[in-house]
């Protein structure tokens, strides 16, 4: 089998990145979506035309056209916003395109590393009866409850760098097993990774991320095409563990006071449900139903049929019994 190519590393291009989203958000909207008459011609490209925009934005077609071929410089909040509203933006849209506008200083130093406040890693060994965790840019995971680790997988026995929610979800086949909507959770990743990029056009691991990516996975290349935009609050998730069987949890995620780049996700089930009833039992295994192979990319996250985890499932007093028996939290900083 032939050796893909490497990826090719280059940083975002802000003004590529303004024009293609623009592009992007106009091709999705009919002209009967905006209060536009039809008048049964046939279209050249999908979407508003380009007048029809500047027209509902108030700005001329030529302002327009300028902006969309990516030229955001001293383009004034009132514009930016009659733009974000006549293309029916979301309010994380409308934040990305301040940010692909308004981009901050370029920095083209070597990211810093992330670090998990010591009070939150506490917060998170305390928390041991749901499942948390700390990520931060590029869907990095840098910090773990034992319980989110029974249910996810194992992060400790992965290589630092694959403990990556977009390495995991395109690059582990394990992941589809685990998320019965995995299109969804996969489009949620590269909504996130799209955010990152317009907040962080220079970041050199995010750019090595994305074409290590566009490379290996097809879904990756055609959804980072669709420029798609998300992040991701609060939600229901089903998955379909393989020790407990299906559970359906809900989540909230909240941005963390002191670094904007970081964001505590917590998970849980409707109570006295079956699905409280199995976290419960996760919870109680701790780290036993997280083992691994040999993680990341040389394994499954998940554990097999000869882990201790597995025998506990048939015996969930001798399970209970070794609740405790192992570290809370886990810790990466990258």
Do not use: C
Not at 44 to 62: D, H, K
Not at 63 to 76: A, F, I, M, P, W
Not at 218 to 234: I, N, S
Not at 236 to 258: A, D, I, N
Request: proline share 8%; hydrophobic share 35%; net charge neutral.
């Amino acid at each position: 089998m032939a050796t893909p190519p490497d990826p090719v590393i280059a940083p975002v291009d802000p003004r590529a990145e303004l024009s293609e989203f623009l592009r992007s958000r106009r091709a999705r909207l009919q002209p009967s979506d905006v209060g536009l008459p039809e008048y049964g011609r046939r279209r050249r490209v999908p979407g508003l035309r380009r007048e029809e925009l500047a027209q509902l934005a108030g700005v001329s077609v030529a302002y327009y056209t300028r902006l969309e071929q990516g030229n955001g410089r001293n383009v004034s909040l009132e514009v930016l916003n009659a733009i974000s509203s006549a293309l029916k933006l979301s309010e994380t849209e409308h934040a990305h395109l301040l940010h692909l506008t308004k981009p901050g200083p370029r920095r083209r130093s070597a990211p810093q590393r992330q670090h998990v406040r010591p009070v939150l890693l506490q917060m998170l060994s305390a928390m041991e009866s749901v499942p948390a965790y700390v990520w931060g840019r590029r869907t990095d995971v840098l910090a773990w409850n034992r319980t989110a680790s029974a249910l996810f997988g194992d992060w400790a026995a992965r290589d630092p760098r694959d403990r990556n929610w977009a390495r995991i979800v395109f690059l582990d086949p394990a992941s589809r097993d685990l998320f019965p909507d995995w299109r969804r959770k996969a489009a949620d990743v590269v909504g996130q990774l799209r955010l990152d990029s317009g907040r962080h056009p220079d970041d050199p691991l995010l750019a090595e991320l994305v074409g290590e990516l566009s490379v290996k996975s097809d879904d990756f290349r055609t959804m980072w095409a669709a420029h798609d935009v998300k992040r991701k609050t609060h939600d229901t998730m089903r998955l379909q563990h393989p020790l407990v069987g299906p559970l359906t949890v809900h989540y909230e995620t909240f941005s963390l006071p002191g670094d904007q780049d970081q964001a505590l996700s917590i998970y849980h089930a409707e109570p006295a449900s079956p699905s409280e009833e199995a976290l419960r039992l996760l919870a109680s295994w701790g780290t036993d139903a997280a083992w691994v192979g040999s993680g990341g990319s040389g394994g499954s996250p998940f554990p097999s049929h000869e882990s201790e985890a597995f025998h506990a499932h048939h015996h969930p007093r001798g399970a209970l019994r070794r609740a405790g028996d192992h570290g809370a939290v886990g810790e990466e900083n990258s």
